[in-house]
């Protein structure tokens, strides 16, 4: 993958100037039908926000790589697409945008990593197909069959993009643990009191097999626990809010948007999710 030098600068008032000029450019008329069909949350993000959003997804286009993979051609409409929803987490903040992410990487469909997995002193070595990955250190990758699926099925509460990038969010105060960076020192006690009581209430209703609102991936790993509730924050708001208002209201206080008054009292969230659970994994690129 090509190195990129855009998004860094040895001189932070420059990149501040560039950004400011990238954010004030006029968006692009194709980029409404875009996000209209690809992006069901845009379609509920009000106006006033839109502005801003676009603006950000300026700045994230000019300094990310995307990259085609496997045959996969890249194209606007998956960049502009996948931008969306990455800026989406960006908003009512100063953001620095995904410093650490140099690339994205798109795959046709879904993709296989080779796990190795060390058992009783045997190492097994296998092949796992995968929605997405965010790494560490510089890449996310997504499978653009997964992204454009969330188009069709709507409000069944997953999302590949949100998903990743709130791994990149968790990631940015240097570990993927489920808690990412937060002001105060009362902000991280709050974090830390109502996000470990849901992950435990989480954690005991997946053991039990009892249906949860949130995506049963999250159980086992508070990283992972972040990213599934990041998604039912922003797709099933009111659902969430109802279910665990606690844990909305600190999901909504770090996002700095309120995405339950964003739906209309007849927004079908009720629609019963459509799972496809089987063939999905989505990996933070770290031992499980
Ligand atoms: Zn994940």
Redesign the pocket.
């Known amino acids: 993958m090509r190195p990129h030098a855009r998004s860094y600068s040895l001189f932070p008032f420059l990149t501040k100037r560039r950004r400011a000029r990238l954010r004030a450019q006029p968006t692009p008329a194709e980029w409404a039908p875009i996000l209209t069909n690809n992006v069901p949350v845009y379609r509920r993000v009000p106006e006033e926000l839109r502005a801003q959003l676009h603006a950000h997804m300026h700045v994230f286009l000019a300094e990310k790589h995307f990259e085609g993979c496997d045959g996969l051609e890249m194209t606007e409409e998956i960049r502009v697409t996948i931008a969306c929803q990455a800026c989406l987490l960006l908003l009512n903040r100063e953001t620095r945008y995904y410093p650490g992410l140099v690339t994205v990487l798109v795959y046709p469909s879904v993709f296989y990593a080779d796990v190795e997995e060390p058992d009783g002193g045997i190492v097994s070595e296998y092949k796992e197909d995968r929605s997405?990955e965010?790494w560490e250190w510089g890449v996310v990758i997504l499978s653009w069959e997964d992204v454009v699926e969330y188009a069709s099925t709507g409000r069944a509460g997953y999302n590949v993009v949100l998903?990743?990038f709130a791994?990149q969010l968790d990631g940015q105060d240097g570990a993927m643990d489920g808690t990412p960076k937060l002001g105060s020192r009362g902000e991280r006690d709050e974090w830390a009191r109502v996000f470990n009581d849901a992950y435990y209430a989480f954690e005991r209703a997946a053991a039990s097999n009892r249906p949860t609102l949130v995506d049963a991936?999250g159980a086992g790993d508070p990283?992972?626990f972040f990213?599934?509730v990041t998604e039912s924050f922003f797709e099933r708001p009111l659902a969430l809010r109802r279910e665990h208002a606690a844990l909305y209201d600190v999901l909504a206080r770090y996002y700095r948007v309120d995405p339950a008054s964003w739906e209309s009292s007849n927004s079908g969230e009720t629609a019963a999710p459509r799972r496809r659970r089987a063939r999905r994994r989505?990996?933070?690129a770290r031992p499980r």
């Open positions: 997405g965010s998903h990743e791994h991936y990283a992972e990213a599934v989505r990996s933070t």
